[in-house]
């Protein structure tokens, strides 16, 4: 019943106030000048804000979780900031004025810029608690999401050769590869997380690098000359030269994670990163076969 | 989805021309070049003399809105000139989605190293109020005066390409909503950019 009167309540209301952000293309609904100068690029959301700790995602695309005008990311692409001072409204029926807030919801029409629809909006916790989106950032911070446990071959300590196979792993571990799950509590609401790496990226210190979306497969002395199943490469220049007769390719190793959150009636996607670094040495091949 | 998206509809802040359905009362009407002065305290109780039973709230309201109006136009202004989203003078006048709006604007004039010059102005030429509307709102209807506007960059005050208005006087229409501390504070501003006056 009361659905339904809310949604004929919306039909009534359309349309909201749109607001073009600076460089969205419609600036029907935006005061400033300026707005039909910018063309796109700047504002928007993805294009600006501060992305605090870890990112948010929306439509596979990375953006800010904080912005400075128009608050905490909440998902949807919308973003919700406290007022202050409130607007003259009532609290909505079954809510508790000392528990939640009337603010400002910015829904952006597209990641990277776009119209901005903006409404008032009420949001529990809203002045005294944190977001979903916060309490999810308090629960990633409590884990400890390692990065790759490198394992090369050849070894770090030995050297390998122009044109032989390389194996790229790390040890898996949870705090490698996942999962990781924790929580974080605030406002009368729990987020619940859960961390899973997706892919390792090998930066191979020669200016290629390598993708794998698995962990690697150790290497083992058994397995000779023969190229990894897994996550194979083959370096085609030495890091030795004649002017530099002990240098070594830098591997960084930068894995990426995929943490799931849910929480307070929403859900969400964070995608924080961990990085860690060995060295080889790559010889030329007449080096090793003599 | 959303904790709040149930009571989204219960306070959108309406900018189109059906509000005036509901508009419990026109306070001005005034049209063409011999306008009240926007500023003028008087405007709204003078213009409204056709109609003898004016609610001193109304009244009251209209008074405040024009105020608050005319304190975010030229504090907006000055902001501009500056390019800084952080002016005080911001959140005397303005509330609401206007209020971040406003600051994402000047927040990406300063990104793009740019202010606006020159000296715009205001003139007030209609005004409704519901004070029943939740939250209360005064719509104002207004010319706008950008005749002398300039986007420069502000490093060498070159022009910003393609900055000139097509149109520089045009009509706008904000609205103007009621805090809970008493002030009225404008919370959105629509330009007509289509509409000279």
């Known amino acids: ?290 | 989805m959303h904790r709040n998206r149930g009571y989204r509809q219960r306070a959108v802040v309406i900018l189109t021309l059906g509000t005036a359905l509901t508009l419990a009362f026109t306070v001005t009407a005034c049209r063409g070049k011999d306008l009240a002065p926007a500023s003028d305290p008087t405007g709204p109780a003078r213009s409204a003399s056709p109609t003898p039973t004016v609610d001193p709230g109304v009244a009251a309201a209209t008074q405040a809105a024009i105020a608050a109006y005319n304190g975010y136009f030229s504090a907006y202004a000055a902001s501009a000139a500056t390019a800084n989203p952080d002016d005080p003078s911001l959140v005397r006048f303005i509330g609401g989605p206007l209020l971040s709006l406003s600051q994402h604007n000047l927040r990406n004039l300063k990104d793009h190293g740019a202010v606006e010059l020159g000296n715009p102005k205001t003139t007030v030429t209609g005004s409704t109020v519901n004070l029943s509307a939740s939250p209360p709102v005064v719509t104002i209807e207004a010319c706008v005066d950008y005749s002398d506007y300039r986007l420069v960059y502000a490093s060498n005050q070159s022009p910003v390409p393609n900055s000139a208005l097509k149109v520089p006087r045009y009509t706008t229409t904000a609205t103007i909503n009621l805090f809970a501390d008493g002030r009225w504070l404008v919370a959105g501003d629509t330009p007509h950019r289509d509409t000279p006056c």
């Open chain 1, 1 to 290: 019943m009361l659905a339904a009167v809310l949604a004929t309540a919306l039909a009534f209301l359309v349309p909201t106030a749109t607001f073009a952000a600076p460089g969205g293309g419609n600036c029907d609904q935006n005061p400033d000048p300026s707005c039909i100068t910018w063309g796109s690029g700047g504002g928007g959301a993805g294009g600006g804000g501060s992305a605090g700790g870890h990112g948010c995602t929306w439509r596979g695309q990375a953006i800010p979780c904080t912005d400075v005008d128009y608050g905490s990311y909440i998902g949807d692409g919308c973003y919700w900031k406290v007022l202050v001072p409130q607007p003259v409204l009532p609290t909505p029926p079954g809510k508790n004025p000392a528990t939640g807030a009337w603010g400002v919801t910015a829904c952006y029409s597209a990641p990277g810029g776009g119209a901005v629809t903006q409404v008032y909006a009420w949001m529990d916790n809203g002045a005294v608690g944190p977001t979903p989106v916060q309490l999810a950032q308090q629960a990633l911070a409590r884990i400890h999401l390692l990065g790759a446990q490198i394992g090369v071959a050849p070894q770090p300590g030995g050297a390998g050769a122009v044109g032989l196979p390389v194996w790229l792993w790390t040890a898996v571990t949870p705090g490698t590869w996942g999962p990781l799950t924790a929580s974080a509590s605030g406002g009368g609401i729990t987020v619940t997380i859960t961390a899973k790496a997706t892919r390792i990226v090998w930066d191979m210190g020669d200016g290629h690098q390598v993708v794998c979306t698995n962990p690697g497969t150790p290497y083992q002395p058994g397995y000779g000359l023969t190229a990894s199943p897994t996550c194979p490469y083959t370096y085609a220049a030495p890091s030795s030269t004649t002017a530099h007769p002990h240098g070594r390719y830098t591997v960084t190793a930068t894995t990426f994670w995929r943490v799931d959150w849910s929480g307070g009636g929403q859900s969400g996607v964070l995608n924080p990163t961990s990085r860690s670094q060995t060295s080889v040495e790559i010889g030329e091949i007449q080096v090793v076969t003599q």
